[in-house]
């Protein structure tokens, strides 16, 4: 790949007319938030109806913005709107500023609109809960955060919508605070993306250093000046920062734990938003990338990685909600590497974060109905034959696993073969290994996913005969209206978005203003007519393997162990947590308690010896106030001859 | 007349009276010896104002004179209170205040 490519920089215009509401996004989400979390009790009768309302307002304001957006000239679709100066010291100078261009409008209706859909099924989904309204606050503070994380025009901005969206995930991760693994998952995923937020922290730091500015537009038009080596370091930190967020090697072993929150939550904050939030850092600051194919390769080769890992895991799971996760996992994997090619992928990874936010946010709405007819229980081992009991649930189910498996012509075969080609298109070892991984990776995609399907729907009703945790007979149901009616549209759009949004290259062009034409994936290792077939080939491989290891033998309702090593590595999630331990959280634990035994043992010590010495030797030196007054007469004779002599001494001498 | 007599006699009572101090316990005793104390000096204040023909050392005697009187007032009364009190009036025996 060229190392360096120029990046043509739109103008920027003043936000007239109906993008002048722009603010409105972010302060109808946070007025929501605001109020619900400060009204107390007296919202609980209508809170969450308040919480839809304000995220579908926003989407309203969103979709008014994006059809006054798409009459300009492409050119002009790039404006900004300045609401106060934020920050001022000395040479800093940060708005409170919103840049609406195609990308981050894309990003505002994925947001409000899958947002708007998955309030509206946390209507029913929380509604046993007796802390609905709170639920909804801090849900109403995700899609807040997130706004002004996609809408912010600086990187101060950026960071600022960053640890917002990061203070919700927590929030809701421990939801159920009561429980120890909820507790704990919270905190992971907290301290992890406290490690991409510290590579997100410096690589501000160094922009500032270099540029003297924190601006999209004037960073990016004075990329140029940095050296080689700041500006892979920028682009090497920014990834750090995205892999964090977006649960990429090596810090992905978060996102699985996050499973501990509520389903909604999965769906909304940890499938279709917030882990998106690295894909859009990284196609945000193209123009950087542009610049360094070190960075792009980087790029491209932790999203291989990735996308390898969570397809494996997948594979071994039986916990229905963290199948979903490593899948999503790994799909993001396939977006980082789509935008880790370059012109080539940054429109493609945006494709495929759009279908799989309409395709994932649909199965994790479909897995949390499952669970809410099971009893809350996650263990597939469980299921079985639940496709006659619970017909909508298992229609939209289906057609989001057909959308994420490729099947030809849902949204996920237009999006994945399409990275799949460009990945191919690089040159050299890069397009087989990129290529051949990510093909290889799809018919896993295809394995576990049919997996899922055949223990979840298919086959013997194996919950008759068991009883959940709580030792509850099982009751399948399908769910009320207002959560198969959001899972029902999301299937819609998996089913469409992806024909959709590549008709005559749609969003290619509407993303062009921010991320360059879509540079057509030329030559490279296999011919582009092939691909396509070579995939649907490889993920029908997958779902065949699948129906034949599982879908024809009845499945245990017990673990089978032991197991072979393969599977055994991938159901301890491939010893990442034991790496972690190992090379982190252990040396960490052994250095505190160093420095503790130094503490206690130099530091206090000093003190300590110093306050005992000084006290022992006054102890001793008391002694001499004996209390007979001729001594003190004698000492003071003593001490006036001794001066008189000195005196003398001096004289005389 | 030589007025290194004076001096040679002031040093003497000095002395008695510093070794009066420190070896008597009776505290009238004590007091007188340092009564002594005093006038040796002013014995030495009043001849060293002879040699030099000058009245500042006669003044300073003049001063010590007065303090002496007053401090014979407020130390007899210490005396005499703490005998009332310990029926003693042993210097050695009022050693409460130690370490």
Known sequence: MNAVIPTELPDVAAASGAAALAWLLIALPALGALVLFLAGRRADAWGHWLGVGTVAAAFVVGLVIVFDTVGLDPEQRTREQSLYDWISVAGLNVDFGLRLDPLSLTFVLLITGVGSLIHLYSVGYMSHDPGRRRFFAQLNLFVAAMLVLVLGNNFVMLYLGWEGVGLASYLLIGWYQDRPSAATAAKKAFLMNRVGDVGLALAIFILWTQLGTLGYTEVFERIGEVDGAALVAITVLLLLGACGKSGQFPLQSWLPDAMEGPTPVSALIHAATMVTAGVYLVARCSPIYNLTGTGRLVVALVGVITLMIGAIIGCAYDDIKKVLAYSTVSQIGYMILAVGLGPAGYALGILHLLTHGFFKAGLFLGAGSVMHAMNDTVDMRHYGGLRRLMPITFVTFGLGYLALIGFPFLSGYFSKDAIIEAAFAQPGWQGWTFGGLATLAAGLTAFYMTRLMLMTFFGERRWERLQSEDGHDYHPHESPTVMTAPMIVLAVGSVFAGFALTQGELLAHWLAPSLGELQEAEGGALPHAVIPFLVVAVSALGALVAYLTVGRHPTPVQRPEPVSLPVRAARRDLYANAINETLIARPGTWLTRALVYVDNRGVDGAVNGAAALLGGSSGRLRRLQTGFVRSYALSMLGGSVLVVAALLMVRFT | ?99
């Open chain 2, 1 to 99: 007349m030589t007025p290194t007599y004076y001096l040679l006699l002031s040093a003497l009572l000095f002395t008695i009276g510093a070794v009066g101090v420190l070896v008597r316990r009776n505290a009238i005793v004590v007091f007188m010896c340092i009564e002594l104390m005093l006038n040796a000096v002013n014995l030495t204040l009043v001849t060293f104002a002879r040699i030099n023909g000058t009245l500042d050392g006669q003044v300073m005697a003049f001063f010590v004179m007065v303090v002496a009187a007053a401090e014979v007032v407020v130390g007899l009364a210490i005396i005499t209170s703490i005998f009332r009190t310990r029926r003693t009036a042993s210097v050695d025996d009022a050693n409460l205040l130690k370490y």
